[in-house]
Structures are given as structure tokens and as C-alpha cells.
């Protein structure tokens, strides 16, 4: 309902921004009389924005002003929220605000999915990551106040684009790389990499957006905070950037899954297409689990980064990357020679390229699971579906947000890999690692097995031989005195020389070991 001019007035003077004295003056010297007219002209002077007009227009002028924090605009709107450029009262500083939405304030479960976002993010302190600033509550709005960054995603860069420059493309993966090396170091697995949550800021630097979907797992700093807020059955992420592992159950995904998104967000750049990308989403999540990965570049300037790519999205996560250090050594070597091969298909590495950190794997292929997903309704929409990425809520351009929308899908009954295991080719050519048994030493060891245990018996007969011949000797020596009856003597004697016999022939092996051992 519109406010009457002087409901205007004290909405205008509550948020700080209009003093009525101001509002006075700008009437007269416009000569406005009505509030639509009035707050043109605000607007004219500079005093207001149009977001502002229109919210106190619409009589919400409350919703301008959060504590400290001054609304000026709405970058995007979506399922998971609505986000909005504000400025700090006192520092003088633009930042993001991003509000849980209306319908979602009697849904525990995404104000418990937002406070997890806001625990994530307020472990998160780098470069390559979008900061978080303050989180509170507003009038019944739960909100998240973060980095505002001035630039693009990298999912409309590459849009405009269609194939980025490869020097470009490896340099942004390298900073996604390390941003995700530090999330993981903080035990926080993203679940969502994909190029829409990469933000390119004017000075190039990429900033890893959106921890809606994180989770705070194994190997935080506090066990307790291990949030999972997903069921059987749910699937979170994008189809196009989501590891086989991942779509199965989203509580299957570790820091390896996200190097697979991370590995499919590069083709994505380099190429222009994503990796799997088919006709519908059930059939680009059975390309990612069924299809071999396709190549990244044709011609001998591709190889290593071919190579890269091949481990970054093998299907198994033990045959991946195992941490986000080893992917970023591996781009920094290509790195140091790529030029824009899109350009120019001659252009070569020069020397002999150095050893990758690693050898690779073969890319194992798994065979197809009897289970699978029934119908499209069931699964998340993908990215490239038409929508607006959620990235747009960070960036200068008003665009819309996409939401990551659970969805529930048949599980293939097996129980989640949460150990890292050797690659195959650790397997094969380290076999000092304790994994293989070093042979040489196999035979000195039953050598010394076998000397002990035949000292071990041969102790214990020779034992039972002397008692034996102690005992029927004493025996002997009473019938000789007339003490026992001599029926036995003969048995006795014939006892006396067998105990004599094994005593010799535990000797016997006793020597024969030791000669044996040396």
C-alpha cells in the first residue's frame, strides 16, 4: 500500500538516507506535490536509488536499511535466496547481501542449510574465495553480508567467448585450485564447482562463490561441525560438473569430487562445451559414470593438458587427482608454455616437457549399473538449462539466481569410498612403499623362521629324551636293588636307548639349522 506523505517522510529519515528539511527543499524547488513525483526527483538529486524509490513507494521502505548495512540495489533473486548490494553505514564499503526468501523462513531445513553456508564461509579467509563479512537477523530475514565483487562468472565469460584463450583457462583453473586446496585444508568440500560459482574480478583474480552447497566434513578443525544436511536419495550439485560418486549420493562427495568438477569446469573453459553435456540430465549423469572422457584438444600442444584432464575426471575417485596440490603443479607446467593454441594450432612447448607430479592411470571405465535414474522430473536442472547462474548475485550486472535444487533419485546400494586409496600406478611401480612385498629378503626371512622353530623342537625333545633316560635309569637302579620287579628290565633298557637315539637326532638337527642359517 503506498504511504502518505508523511509516512515517506519518516521512512526516508528512519533509513538516514533524506533528512525532512531535504525532502522540503527538493519539493520546492520542484514543485512536487505528489509521492511518485517526490521521489523521481530524490531519485534525480541522487539522494535515493530506484530500488530504494520503489520500495518506499511501495510502502516497504523497512526492508532499505539492514543494521548498519544500506540497500542500494537487487543483483538477483532466486529459490535459494535473494541477493542484494548494500553499503556499511560507516566504513563506506559495498557489499552483498544475501536473504533467505519469504517462503523458506518456516522451512527448518534451508535456514539450517543457510547457517551452514555461514559457518562455511566464516572459515574460509583467501584470496581465491568470496569473503564473508557478517551474518545476522532482520526483521524475521535471516541474511549473509559478503565480498562484493565487480566482474563476471566465469560461466558468461566463457558464454561471450565461446572458447577462452588456453593461458587463460589454465591460469583460472590454477586459482580455482588453490582456492579449493585451502577450502579442503579446512575440511570444507564445495559440491557445486562449476563456472557460474567462479567469479572473474577486474584484476583477473577468481573468486570461488556460493558455499550453499559445502559441507563441513572429515578433517575439520572441529569434528562437531559436521553438518549433513541431505537424505538417501538427494542429489545437490549440477549435472554437468557432478562426479559419478556425487550423483550416486550426494554424501559420497570429498575434496576429489570436487577436483572432478573442477576438471570439468577446464574442459568447459577451454573447449566451450561441457564435457557430458547431452540432450537431457539423465543421460549427461550416465556420461559422466558410463562414457569415456572425451578429449580436451586434438594435436601433440594437448598432450600434457590432455593428460591432466583425464586424471582430474577419472571415473573412481582413487584414481584422481588425490589433492588439489598435485593438479595445480601439473597446470603450472603447462602454464609456463601455453600461448593461445585457439589462435595459433603450431605453436609447440619447446623442450621436452618435465615429468608430471605423478604417472597417470589408466582410465578405468566402469561397467554399467543396473540401477538408474527414471525420469528427468527427478533430477536437478543443470546449468546451461536457460536459467540464471547463482554467481550474478556477487556481480554489477542485476541478474537472477539459479537454485541448486535437491532432488531425489534411485541409489546404487554401495557403501562410500572415505579412504584414499593408491593409485594403480603407485600400486605398480612403488614397490617400496609396503603395498608389494620386497622379494629379496623373502628367503632370509623363512630361513630364520624355519632355524628357530627347529631349535624350539629340538630343544623341547632333547629335553624329553634326558627326563626319559634320567627316569628309566632310576628305574633300573631299583630293580637292580631289589626294590621293583624286573618283569619290565628289558622293556626299560630298550626305553633307555631310544631316549639315547632322540637326543642324538634332535642334536643332529640342531646343527643341521644352524649350518643351514649361514
Known amino acids: 500500500m503506498p504511504p502518505t506523505r508523511e509516512e515517506l517522510i519518516k521512512d526516508l529519515t528512519d533509513a538516514g538516507l533524506v533528512s525532512s528539511d531535504e525532502v522540503t527543499k527538493i519539493e520546492s524547488a520542484s514543485g512536487s506535490t505528489g509521492i511518485d513525483s517526490l521521489l523521481s526527483h530524490l531519485v534525480e538529486a541522487g539522494k535515493i536509488t530506484q530500488y ?80 564473508a563479512y557478517d551474518a545476522g537477523e532482520h526483521q524475521g530475514f535471516h541474511y549473509l553480508v559478503m565480498e562484493y565483487v565487480r566482474g563476471n ?3 558468461k565469460v566463457a558464454q561471450s567467448q565461446g572458447a577462452i584463450p588456453l593461458s587463460k583457462a589454465v591460469d583460472y583453473t590454477i586459482q580455482a585450485a588453490r582456492g579449493l586446496k585451502y577450502a579442503h585444508s579446512k575440511g570444507v568440500v564445495h559440491r557445486d564447482i562449476k563456472p557460474s560459482n567462479l567469479l572473474l574480478d577486474e584484476e583477473n583474480v577468481v573468486k570461488i562463490l556460493d558455499m550453499g552447497l559445502a559441507r563441513i566434513g572429515r578433517g575439520s578443525n572441529d569434528p562437531t561441525q559436521s553438518m549433513h544436511l541431505t537424505t538417501t536419495g538427494q542429489v545437490m550439485g549440477t549435472v554437468d560438473y557432478m562426479a559419478p560418486e556425487q550423483a550416486e549420493d550426494t554424501r559420497n562427495a570429498d575434496h576429489r569430487s570436487d577436483i572432478y568438477s573442477l576438471g570439468c569446469t577446464l574442459f568447459r573453459l577451454v573447449t566451450g562445451s561441457a564435457p557430458y553435456s547431452r540432450d537431457t540430465v539423465v543421460k549427461s549423469i550416465l556420461a559422466h559414470r558410463e562414457d569415456a572422457p572425451p578429449s580436451i584438444g586434438a594435436g601433440p600442444n594437448y598432450e600434457r593438458l590432455n593428460q591432466i584432464f583425464q586424471r582430474m575426471v577419472a571415473k573412481k575417485p582413487e584414481h584422481r587427482y588425490q589433492s588439489c596440490d598435485d593438479v595445480i603443479s601439473d597446470l603450472e607446467l603447462v602454464s609456463k608454455h601455453a600461448g593461445d593454441l585457439q589462435q595459433d594450432k603450431t605453436v609447440n612447448f619447446g623442450a621436452a616437457p618435465a615429468p608430471l607430479t605423478r604417472p597417470l592411470p589408466p582410465v578405468i571405465q566402469q561397467p554399467p549399473q543396473p540401477t538408474q535414474p527414471t525420469s528427468d522430473s527427478q533430477l536437478a536442472p543443470d546449468s546451461n538449462s536457460g536459467q540464471t547462474s547463482s554467481a550474478d548475485s556477487l556481480t554489477t550486472a542485476p541478474q537472477g539466481l539459479v537454485e541448486n535444487v535437491p532432488v531425489e533419485m534411485p541409489l546404487i546400494e554401495e557403501e562410500p569410498d572415505t579412504e584414499s586409496k593408491p593409485s594403480e600406478s603407485d600400486l605398480l611401480t612403488k614397490p617400496d612403499s609396503g603395498l608389494l612385498p620386497d622379494t629379496s629378503k623373502s628367503w632370509l626371512n623363512l630361513g630364520i623362521v624355519s632355524v628357530v622353530l627347529a631349535l624350539v623342537c629340538c630343544g623341547l625333545g632333547g629335553i624329553v629324551g634326558v627326563v626319559g ?50
Not at 480 to 491: L, Q, W
Not at 492 to 512: D, E, P, Q, T, W
Open 52 to 131: 530504494q524509490a520503489d520500495k518506499f513507494g511501495s510502502g516497504n521502505g523497512g526492508e532499505v536499511a539492514f543494521g548498519d548495512y544500506v540497500v542500494l540495489d537487487e543483483l538477483g533473486r532466486g529459490g535459494m535466496g535473494t541477493v542484494l548490494r548494500a553499503r556499511h553505514r560507516r566504513m563506506d564499503r559495498e557489499v552483498a547481501i544475501k536473504v533467505l526468501p519469504v517462503e523458506a523462513l518456516n522451512n527448518e531445513a534451508a535456514i539450517a542449510r543457510f547457517y551452514q553456508e555461514v559457518k562455511v564461509a566464516a572459515q574460509l579467509t583467501h584470496v581465491n574465495i568470496v569473503h
Open 153 to 155: 562468472d566465469l560461466g
Open 469 to 518: 633316560w634320567v627316569m628309566i635309569s632310576g628305574d633300573l637302579r631299583k630293580i637292580d636293588e631289589g626294590k621293583m620287579e624286573p618283569s619290565n628290565r628289558d622293556r626299560m633298557k630298550l626305553a633307555r636307548v631310544l631316549c639315547i637315539i632322540s637326543v642324538g637326532i634332535m642334536a643332529f638337527f640342531v646343527v643341521g639349522s644352524l649350518i643351514s642359517s649361514r
